[in-house]
């Protein structure tokens, strides 16, 4: 059966976004998508300056005085602010926005609130950017296979990474490597080092089938390949005719090596290694037709860098730059106008990094000097091409200077015309300006709007391309342009935050973590910490939106992604102990996402995988249960009745040997070597338990705890002598001999957590402290984002904001509780409330259809659109109590196991 999902089948892409968008990594701005196949873009950025003083970088790696400050979903209008002046008094606001497809506008508003007339210059910025790699120039009926395509690889000894290839790699895929094509080639796992590379034991072999036509006739079959210096590796070649035998002699870099004739008409061979220390690393295999064997084939490749070309048609006079950009693909041509400036100048100038011009480079301050043409580095250089301009701001005033910037080919000049007018602009950006991504607040939420705008404009403009992902170049999510790659769990709190917005956007990111069911190599994208928030995000876009197409097209893969973490999947270690508990240390060192958690630190440093966490099984747990409330409205029930019993099963295993009743929290098992538990894992100093920490704490987010056990809890978290700082919950218990407070999870907030209990706690019906957790993150946010205007990482337990400083990722669930506690009709309950359809009939009088799959009575909250109405609430007919808040929500209590029509209406 179709689906409108259907696009997403092998499409890792964030497809529903402009070619157009902030996609850069070093500096905020506008990119085009120039070489999608290749990795190529065009990079546009604005750098204001004071004439002849300061260059104000919009830099997304070093704290600026600038950060993204408004974007919507779709990124067709975004912006970004920078203080030109340390006490604010001179500021910038650039906005890009797209006024038709492939053409836009870039509008900088310079506020001026000094008595001073003031004198600035911009810089537009227009630069190429692609992959360090080689390209393969061949002729057009040489055939060119990367190594990566193969049709089956097999290694002689068994790999535990056979079906979870790290970063969505095939197996065998080695990456960062420029001087083969794409910058990747079959060799040695840049994931694990430990691991074998490929060759280097007796019988790796690899098989490739030509595709489209078969070889032809007369054709020469020649590999790529780089073999350890002076070393010899004997290779096979199995083809239709027979084996052949081949000793190839390494120099210890890429050579193009001949592997003899070819039978005519082929149409597959097979390549098996003698051996070899270092082993063998193939780039690609060429077949070429017996006329160009004479033609020295190794001097097709070329560096990917020297193949893109900007060159420029300067109009000074017309305030205008034409760029033409010459991409292995094709030849495109772009117009960047300035519309409002009183004086313009072009140069041009080779360099790695643009950003590097204005920092070290005094002489740019002076309009005749570097001169044109000059080289700051050499090694890798890139055209940048610049237009400067000079502009003058009177005291107390505010100026707008605007830019267009569009793909000639696809816009005439009629089109371009009519956007030249500067009111007809302003008039569009003042009306698209309006329409943001925030919803109406209640009274009580304006103190906390401009910080979550912030947020959200940080979250939304963290998009990155080129990612590699699956053998494609694609744009994604990342937690930041610092970490610029598409983390496991960072990706999915990302899409929590997204789901509040726009369903597509978190369907698109929800999809840029899952495989297809029948993808063996990748049971899901796994970089970094393998958290499965995945589901989290699923039931959520589920309870907000409804929509019976998202649940069925990503069912399929969600299962493929649990059955490997609870072992079902052949090959997995995650089960590979008979006590039950699961351990994903085989896979990657941290569990839970909390990098310097004590214990698993510990085992880090002395590789002590025998012993396992207590998060991997309880994620798996509410892993399960989510598949379960989704196959019971799929109508799978063999399935829910499965994924039931698993649910048992692993409640059984941390009942029987994790928990500890001596300090009332789950403990990490130790296990002998033959994976039979051994006693719980205590601190070898101070003999205490080593898990006094949220791992200890988090079968909460599973709904597994007796009534005892999940009291003691949530009173330990509660508790300041114990878990509570000024910010929130610290992620170790600081009464525990082996807290820090110079941590980065040892003693520091952070605030995907604060999201995971506090779903665990409208669970549990401790309605009180969900609030107090939702209402002192958005208060130490906007505390924090106020002062400075960034988005922080982490917090210190007094409330102070660290790490990264354009951080969405793991900081956006406050978009989650912004929404809970202040959008108008938004209905939340915990991990346990399904929200299976919701009719509203007229202002604040609704009716939903709910089922609560939990053991404890629950709590969900209402946020009225009215928050003066009085309101009555009924389950099932029967009247519930509830309690408003100081923010005038309602939170109702519902009863454990139980479905049924929830109706709300003023009394």
Known sequence: MSSKFDYLDNNWDLTTLPQWGPYAQKLFGLSHIADPENGIRLD??????????????????????????SAVADLKNYSYFQKLADDGNISCRTSYLELEKDLYLIRNCVENHTDEHLELTFSTLATIAAPAAMACCAPQ????????DYHTLNYACQRRDRHLVYCGGRRGEEKRVPDAVNGVCLGQPFYDRNLPCFGENHGDRVMYQITG???GKNCFLYMRAKLPAGQTLQLQIKTDSGMTDKNLTGSGAFELYDLGKLPDNLNSFELFSGGIAGGLRIDGLLIVPEKYTTMQPGKWFTPLKSTCKLSFDSAPAEKQLKLHLITPAEQQNYLIKTLSFTDTTLRSYHTADPGELFRNNGGMRNKNYPPAGYIFDADEPLCCEILATAAAIPARRQKIFYTLVVDIRKNSAEKIHYWENISR????????????????????????????????????????????????FIRAYVPDKYYNAVYCWDAGITGLALSESSAIMASENLNSVLTMPDDDECAFILQGTPVPVQAYLYMQLWNRYHDRAMLEYFYPKLQHYYNFITGKTAGSTFRQFSSGILSSFDYFYNSGGWDDYPPQWRIFQEKSYHIAPVIVTSHAIRFGKILAGAAELLGKYSDQTEYKSDCQNLTEALQKYAFDPQCGFFSYCEHDPDGSFKNIYLHPESRTNYNLGMDGASPLLAGVCSENQQKHLFDFLASPEHFWSNAGMLAVDKSAPYFQ??????????????????????????SK?????????????????????YCFEHFSPEGQGGGCFHFGALSSVLVNFYNACF?????????????????????????ANLRLRGNFTSTLIYVPENPENEFEAFFNGQKLTGERTPEKNLELLLPPDSAGILEIRPR
Request: charge should be neutral; charged fraction near 20%; aromatic fraction near 14%.
């Open 44 to 69: 546009i950025t604005i750098v204001p300056g004071l004439y002849r003083r300061k260059f104000f970088l919009p830099d997304m790696l070093h704290e600026s005085s600038g950060w993204p400050d």
């Open 823 to 847: 959008e108008p009709g938004h209905l939340e309950g915990g991990f346990d409330c399904w929200i299976d359809h919701v009719v509203r009939y007229r202002t604040d009088h609704l009716q």
């Open 141 to 148: 009926d040489v055939c060119w296979i990367d190594a990566l």
């Open 425 to 472: 602009l302003e008039q569009y950006f003042l009306q698209s300006d309006s329409a943001g991504d925030l919803p109406q607040q209640n009274c009580r939420g304006a103190l906390f709007r401009h910080s979550i705008e912030l947020l959200k404009a940080a979250l939304m403009t963290n998009v990155s391309f080129p990612l590699r992902l699956k053998q494609k």
């Open 741 to 766: 407070t110079d941590g980065y999870w040892n003693g520091c907030v952070w605030m995907p957590y604060q999201w995971f209990f506090w779903k665990a706690a409208l669970d549990h019906g401790h």
């Open 769 to 789: 402290f969900a609030r107090r957790i939702a209402m002192t993150a958005l208060k130490i946010w906007q505390k924090n984002t106020d002062a400075t205007g």
């Open 213 to 215: 036509t078969a070889a």
